[in-house]
């Protein structure tokens, strides 16, 4: 196993979360316990000893399922973390009621790591407000040792990410970011990435693999990787285009069964980035594979200027494509409940004005339409 150094410890380069363990019948909030044991058994024996959760996976029931199955081992033998619901805007005011539950459902007396979850366009204003208390009750947690290390993940926007490390950022000692090949320019992972290098924050990397949609590839785009390296699986480029950037130190993967597991642990033996050819290649597959799904939205921002509702018409065409190239998910609603009912995609009237001036011919009046649609 890769170690990578934080602080005064040593982590395994790559780590288990928690958010797709195995399940019974297909039921999402039925954990397999037993399998689960399995895997971490598994997992600790080949040197993994960073586990992630979170008070909302799997129905509430990961922690108390990881609390248990880790209550076999000593505690100083592994790093736990998890992090506070800021993803639901009703917990906001329930810090310490729910800290303390936590502490409780994992069976601990400390988290070695803990992170503002989903720091994103709905909740960074209450995660800043000071009448909810959160960042300081979090603050006396870490200074009476209860917290080892605080953090916080991300799903927002650049901008986002910026205001609450203008906040925050002293005290910050990682951020969790979906980073992986497709949103290195996707989703602006590489901006977000070097913000953090500014704040001299190491990265936490969630979605690696995509939710599983980098596994599986083309047989043309397959063909071609395995040209390069004809030694490496699919999955196996994900992990070696992370090792490629200096500044990840963690990188999570929601493993839901042994063979991930074995497979990942198998790759994370040894580092071997990509060189510069392979990284070139592997971002214009993904360029490749964006340009089939999404609109070519420039943000030229022409369209702006003639839409009589003052719609933000880049930024929802962004996120138009970003869940039409996902097949859905839980980013555009989240950004979406975040504006004004008269800046959202229902907003738009139809009149065409936008189209009249865009560069690229998109039929943007169709597309907000659809994405009303796909919100229903």
């Known amino acids: 196993m890769v170690y990578k150094e934080f602080q005064d410890l040593k ?28 895997m971490i058994d598994y997992a600790m024996e080949h040197g993994i000893n960073y586990y992630d959760t979170a008070w909302g996976y799997h129905s509430g029931n990961s922690e108390l399922v990881m609390g248990r199955v880790l209550s076999a081992y000593p505690r100083e033998s592994y790093y736990l973390a998890t992090k506070f619901p800021g993803y639901d805007l009703s917990n906001m005011d329930k810090v310490e009621e729910i800290f303390e539950r936590q502490l409780e459902k994992c069976g601990v007396e400390y988290f070695d790591f803990y992170l503002f979850h989903n720091v994103c366009e709905m909740n960074i204003d209450a995660y800043l407000d000071p009448k909810y208390g959160i960042y300081t009750y979090l603050m006396e947690q870490k200074n009476n040792g209860r917290i080892r290390h605080l953090g916080f993940s991300a799903h927002g926007s650049y901008e986002v990410m910026e205001r609450f490390l203008k906040a925050y950022g002293a005290q910050m000692e990682f951020c969790q970011i979906q980073l992986n090949w497709l949103d290195w320019s996707f989703q602006d992972a590489k901006d977000k990435v070097e913000l953090l290098k500014k704040y001299h924050i190491p990265v936490w990397v969630m979605e690696p693999v995509r939710g599983g949609r980098l596994c599986k590839l083309s047989k043309e785009e397959t063909e071609h990787l395995k040209k390069l390296r004809p030694e490496e699986t699919v999955p196996a480029w994900a992990f070696r285009f992370l090792q490629a950037i ?22 994370f033996e040894e580092e071997r980035p990509l060189n510069q050819e392979e990284w070139n290649e592997l ?19 022409y369209c ?24 859905g998910g839980f980013l555009a609603p989240m950004a979406l409940r975040a504006m004004p009912k008269e800046k959202q995609p229902s907003a738009c009237i139809g009149c065409r004005s936008c189209e009249a001036v865009c560069p690229q011919q998109i039929k943007i009046s169709e597309a907000m339409a659809d994405f009303c649609e796909k919100m229903r």
């Not at 039921?27 to 399998?35: M, R, T």
């Not at 340009?291 to 939205?297: D, F, I, S, T, Y």
């Open 304 to 327: 702006v200027s003639h839409c009589s509702k003052g719609l933000d018409i880049p930024s929802l065409l962004e996120l138009y494509n970003e869940h039409v190239f996902t097949e």
């Open 283 to 301: 971002l214009q597959v993904a360029q490749r594979m964006i340009e089939k799904r999404v609109l070519p939205c420039t943000a030229c921002r």
């Open 246 to 267: 200096p500044e990840v130190t963690m990188v999570l993967s929601g493993m839901s069964n042994r063979e991930q597991l074995q497979e990942n642990i198998q790759t």
């Open 11 to 38: 982590l395994s380069a790559l780590g288990m979360g928690a958010m797709r363990l195995p399940v019974l019948d297909g039921d999402d909030a039925k954990i397999d316990e037993e399998k689960t044991a399995q």
